[in-house]
């Protein structure tokens, strides 16, 4: 079991910056690959980014790609998403999500296990 718990979500301006962390316990963090999402009101939750299990490889949705990243720290068992150049379209709940296997996936069915998520809201 991994065990995700997000923070660092808030009321932000457009385009203000926010970082998104997401705490992982249980089993050995770094043989996760490990996901953003995001749902908004109303629609379908959707990938954000993705980074596997060492931290070199990394996949944006296009939608956020040059604005936001993803990285992890793994002596800290620890994912992070820093947010840029927020977008009111950029407003919804952002979850955390872990697979068990080391290489990143755009897909929400790949992943087992799942944080309660934080809320972002953009102002225009």
């Known amino acids: 079991q991994v065990q995700l718990v997000e923070s660092g979500g808030g009321l932000v301006q457009a385009g203000g910056s926010l970082r998104l962390s997401c705490a992982a316990s249980?089993?050995?963090?770094?043989?996760?690959?490990m996901g953003w999402f995001r749902q908004a009101p109303g629609k379908e939750r959707e990938f954000v980014a993705t980074?596997?299990?060492?931290?070199?490889?990394?996949y944006y949705a296009d939608s956020v790609k040059g604005r936001f990243t993803i990285s992890r720290d793994n002596a800290k068992n620890t994912v992070y998403l820093q947010m840029n150049s927020l977008k009111p379209e950029d407003t919804a709940v952002y979850y955390c999500?872990?697979?068990?296997?080391?290489?990143?996936?755009?897909?929400?069915?790949?992943?087992?296990?799942w944080g309660q998520g934080t809320q972002v809201t953009v102002s225009s």
């Open positions: 999500a872990a697979r068990s296997w080391l290489v990143i996936s755009t897909t929400q069915n790949d992943y087992n296990y």
């Open positions: 249980g089993r050995t963090f770094g043989r996760n690959a």
């Open positions: 980074i596997n299990w060492g931290g070199g490889s990394t």
